[in-house]
């Protein structure tokens, strides 16, 4: 079964699957847990990268591992945990710092450039 909106890819939950697609489709920052620690991010990519579901985000709040902020993030989804859609917007899609993006095996949605 190809992964959509309303298919989610294996050993991820349905939900988790829908707030994610709807979070990037919308541009909508996020709230979550990893590795216990709270993150707030804008969600970027999400798709299949060396055989895991992930998601690549941009942290500006929270906590983190690193205690440097704002960074990206390449996390797994099924270590992501109380996830929620907030109410606050992001533009677009942000040049990646080495301006490549990273290699996916498949991408299922990814944020684009703004709306003109």
């Known amino acids: 079964m ?3 909106r309303q298919n989610a890819p294996p050993g991820i939950a349905k939900s ?4 994610i697609w709807t979070s990037i489709e919308e541009r909508r920052h996020v709230r979550f847990f990893y ?5 707030i991010s804008e969600p ?12 690549l985000v ?3 709040g929270g906590e983190s591992n690193t205690g440097r902020l704002p960074a990206w993030r390449l996390v797994g989804v099924d270590g992501i945990s109380e996830l929620k ?6 533009p677009a899609n942000r040049p990646a710092p ?11 949605i990814r944020v684009g ?3 003109g």
């Open 44 to 55: 970027h990519d999400y798709g299949i990268q060396n055989g895991q579901v992930r998601l």
């Open 85 to 90: 859609i907030l109410s606050t917007t992001f």
């Open 98 to 108: 080495s301006g490549q993006h990273h290699y996916w095996d498949q991408i299922f």
């Open 58 to 60: 941009y942290q500006f």
């Open 113 to 115: 450039e703004p709306q």
């Open 16 to 19: 988790t699957h829908k707030l």
């Open 35 to 39: 590795d216990a620690k709270e993150r």
């Open 2 to 4: 190809p992964v959509n």
